[in-house]
């Protein structure tokens, strides 16, 4: 029988004995789901488990005797005992074609029955991924569920981007998150080599690369990002923060990565985030002189004769079909002012400096082509026309990578929304400094790559998705782990699960199961929220709040109250969302039976005055952070942890004005607005805010003037209330928010609520 995960729930409840607790439904037991990740195409139970506490005995097929050596001895670090003396047998058979049932180049088959295990596949990465599916079954090392699984991954490429340059990572701990990754069928890395806080890798041609552009003067990038000018020094200097991996280091890694059948994708930056190279080669700049761009000179032939020489060693180094040569961000600022930028333009008959961006691109992927290589770039390098053969990361939301399908190019996905992994993940005051946003585990989990847009013909260019761990904020191991595990469980199974295998509830309880895994491995994994999450829906139907709540842990209850006290044992379960007519103060904690788990969350929910009320805007909010328009100020809606959730309003202007129109004279008692401040994304609170009110919308009074009582320079995700509370009688109510004055600032507010 061929089933997907729905089909095996239901089946699990009517048939299967052997199988203890197996419940149906999303609050089912963990032993309903089978502790995979990637969850698989399709699973059959045969209604009986297997002891397998003594290990198996290790026969192949069309696998040489070198391999099935590294098979054993991968399979005994991975702590599955395999010895010729055992008597079940693990059969690994490479297929010759003849096989009945065809599977793809990644996928396998893998059988559990009474006399051991086997797994077939057409390649020896198609073993390795039955392998992985059957470490995962047998992680307790005891009994393992009778069954058969046919298997293949969603896509073809399968990512994860760690940023070495803004903090240097050592190459033992890289081998380690490629081992993980590995163990859920992820297949590359993505290496950030180079970028202006340090040069990373040895290039035998340019010393000064790796004896001063890999060295600082700080170790953490944001007090090295703080000087000015940002110093490179020479290797050795005391106090000096940095490092780089000799090319025998690549080597090693690209060799441990194959061997876990990971593909090592390096990345060279180009033209822009190149202030370390610039330090060293000033040359190559327009200016010709150090720490004064960022960008190379394009003008300049030196500039190619020197990306040659390194994406030379670079192509010899890393035998993986693709190179990486950055693209983003560049300004074109210098390129405007150089008579070598601008006479290559007037030649090459370019319009403007980003075909100038475009020029270089193209270049260097005819050099690429001609080292048997395929150029891979953020979307930037769209921009003044594409590259022929070129592929696009599309990271600054999927406009580009849908843009790049439908012009025939290959693409993979990696939203900042969904696979920035330098975000928050939990409540901002319960983490580790973080670049701001906000991306929990369920939100990564909840992505589809293939943009519901494009044709199935398009959607073939979507090769896959990548998440991207950036390291500004990320200076240690143990940090960085933190953000990558268990969020990159998530993107694996967005990776590789058909959409209609996947399921957030089950997918909930199995990497609540992993994270012990994870942890017993030695890695550093973020637990889980020890909070609620909370959301809102406005009915203006039933003139109501729906409040949802929910939790990434499992299994726990959410306890909750409604009118601001503490929840206690005996307070409310929550089972469904909770309607909030007029208003409400939900406080709501995460329970483990009798024991209140974590912090509480609260939340004031309104069903106030101004909601569906007319605003005017006397200054614009920003077209990019529009929230619902004219109407996100008396929504309803409240908003959640990050700027980018399309709750908060973004207001780029000295002083945001704004008039709510009530439709009628009305007796007031509260005006209440949250805004937010994230110095990191370079938003604010206001230094003051003005209310003022008016009965003919012409004249108005002042009711109140608050000021912030928050330092501008507090770190982390901040939300503060600016509140008038009082008697007042009138139809307009008037908002005046002056910023505190920090050019290009930002102000955000959710919501206007008046009572
Ligand atoms: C990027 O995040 N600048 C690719």
């Known amino acids: 029988m061929k089933l997907n995960f729905f089909n095996v729930l239901l089946i699990c409840g009517l048939f299967v004995a052997g199988l203890a607790s197996c419940t149906k439904g999303s609050k089912a037991g963990n032993d309903a789901s089978l502790q995979l990740i990637p969850y698989p195409d399709s699973v059959t139970f045969n209604n009986d488990s297997l002891d397998i506490s003594a290990g198996f005995n290790l026969t192949v097929q069309r696998i040489t005797e070198d391999k099935k050596a590294w098979f054993t001895d991968y399979l005994q670090s991975a702590d599955l005992p395999v010895s010729d003396g055992n008597k079940l047998i693990l059969n690994l058979i490479v297929e010759d074609g003849s096989g009945e049932v065809p599977v793809s180049d990644e996928g396998y088959r893998l059988s559990v029955h009474r006399k051991g295990a086997t797994i077939t596949a057409s390649s020896e990465t198609g073993i390795f991924y039955g392998l992985q599916s059957l470490l995962q079954l047998s992680v307790d090392k005891t009994k393992i569920p009778l069954l058969d699984i046919q298997d293949e991954p969603r896509f073809s490429y399968r990512g994860l981007m760690i940023d070495c340059s803004r903090h240097f990572f050592p190459l033992d701990f890289l081998k380690k998150q490629i081992n993980m990754m590995a163990h859920y069928k992820l297949n590359k890395f993505h290496w950030h080599l180079t970028d202006g806080p340090g040069w990373r890798i040895e290039i035998k041609k340019y010393p000064e690369l790796t004896q001063i552009a890999a060295w600082r003067t700080d170790s953490l990038w944001k007090d090295w990002w703080a000087t000015n000018p940002r110093k490179y020094v020479k290797e050795g200097t005391p106090g000096a923060y940095g490092g780089y991996y000799t090319q025998d280091q690549a080597r090693e890694l690209v060799k441990y990565a194959g061997e876990r059948h990971i593909e090592i994708i390096p990345e060279i ?105 395929r150029l891979i770039g953020w979307d930037e390098i769209m921009e003044g026309g594409l590259a022929p053969e070129a592929t696009v990361m599309s990271w600054r939301g999927e406009e580009a990578g849908i843009k790049a399908a439908e012009a025939g190019h290959d693409v993979i996905m990696t939203p900042g929304k969904y696979c920035y992994f330098d975000q928050y ?48 904020y990320i200076a240690t191991q143990k940090h960085a782990e933190y953000m990558i595990w268990p969020r990159l469980l998530a993107l694996a199974e967005v990776a590789w699960t058909k959409p209609e295998n996947k399921s957030w509830d089950n997918f909930k309880t199995r990497v609540n199961h992993a994270i012990p895994y994870l942890q017993s491995k030695g890695f550093n994994p973020y637990t889980l929220s020890k909070q609620p999450f909370l959301e809102t829906k406005t009915d203006k139907e039933q003139n109501a709040i729906l409040v949802t709540l929910s939790s990434e842990l499992y299994p726990v209850d959410i306890r909750y109250t409604t009118d601001g006290s503490q929840p206690s044992v005996a307070s409310e379960i929550y089972t469904e969302p909770i309607l909030v007519k007029d208003s409400a103060l939900i406080v709501a904690q995460l329970y483990r039976g009798n024991a209140p788990v974590g912090n509480l969350v609260f939340k004031r929910v309104d069903y106030h005055k101004a909601i569906g009320k007319k605003v005017t805007y006397v200054s614009p909010f920003s077209p990019y952070y529009p929230a619902g328009g ?53 938003i604010w609170f206001p230094k003051q805010v003005f209310v003022e009110i008016s009965q003919d919308g012409n004249t108005f009074v002042p009711l109140t003037k608050i000021a912030t009582k928050i330092a501008k320079n507090a770190e982390g995700t901040l939300f503060e209330p600016f509140v008038w509370k009082g008697q007042a009688s009138a139809r307009y109510v008037r908002v005046k928010a002056v910023s505190n004055g920090t050019k290009g600032g930002w102000m955000f507010l959710d919501e206007v609520v008046i009572w």
């Open 269 to 373: 930056e180009m033209p822009g985030h190149s202030e370390e190279v610039l330090a060293v080669y000033p040359q190559l700049s327009c200016t010709g002189k150090p720490y004064t761009s960022s960008e190379f000179c394009i003008g300049n032939p030196e500039t190619f004769v020197f990306l040659e020489n390194v994406l030379s060693e670079i192509a010899a180094l890393f035998p993986s079909k693709y190179i990486h040569i950055g693209g983003d961000e560049a300004s074109t600022e210098h390129w405007k002012n150089c008579p070598k930028c601008q006479a290559l333009m007037k030649k090459e008959g370019l319009k403007d400096e980003k075909e100038l961006q475009s020029y270089l691109i193209k270049r260097i992927e005819k050099f690429l082509t001609s080292k048997g290589k």
């Open 425 to 472: 993940q939990g409540f901002p005051d319960t983490q580790p400094e973080a670049i701001g946003g906000f991306l929990p585990i369920e939100k990564v989990y909840s992505y589809n790559p293939v943009p519901d847009s494009l044709t199935a013909e398009t959607a073939k260019h979507i090769l896959g998705v990548q998440a991207n761990m950036w390291a500004e």
């Open 630 to 682: 004219d109407e996100a100020l008396v929504d309803g809606y409240v908003g959640g942890l990050t700027h980018g959730d399309g709750r908060w309003q973004g207001f780029n202007v000295p002083e945001m004005e704004f008039i709510v129109d009530l439709g009628k004279t009305h007796s007031l008692h509260t005006v209440n607005m949250n805004f937010m401040q994230n110095g990191n994304a370079w």
